[in-house]
């Protein structure tokens, strides 16, 4: 999310089909629940899914250790995320909040992206609070 500025929802959804590395873009709803579209992320993005194991069994980038159909679960990702920022003090970093991050400043993680096509791949319409 902090990388793509992507929805929980959609990271979580995100097949290998999704991926075109030789593009540097991966495939994202052009609005919540809408057609996906390829968009622009930075190499940072690559060299992650680069040390992601695949399995034949799933299409699925972050596919349930439990049932290789299904993704991670929301819930349960926000759950860990809890128990994470706890450790870390940070009791007023949501999960979502981390997908605010790359639009203000794609810059600083070597996105190749315009503003336009950050709010598209956010699937918003207005730049985000931190913007305005």
């Not at 992320?41 to 299409?59: E, H, M, N, Q």
């Amino acid at each position: 999310m902090i990388l793509t500025g992507a929805r929980l929802s959609v990271v979580l959804g995100l097949t290998w089909s999704d991926v075109d590395e030789e593009a540097a873009s991966i495939a994202l709803p052009v609005v919540k629940g809408g057609k996906r579209a390829p968009h622009p992320v930075s190499g940072a993005v690559f060299t992650l899914l680069a040390s992601l194991p695949r399995s034949d069994k799933s299409r699925l980038v972050l596919p349930s250790p439990t049932s290789p159909d299904r993704h991670y679960s929301v819930s349960g990702t926000e759950e860990a995320w809890n128990r994470l920022r706890t450790r870390a003090k940070l009791d007023d970093v949501r999960i979502h909040d981390l997908r605010h991050t790359v639009a203000p400043s794609p810059h600083k993680l070597v996105c190749p992206a315009s503003s336009s096509e950050i709010f598209s791949a956010t699937g918003t319409l207005r730049p985000p609070p931190a913007m305005r």
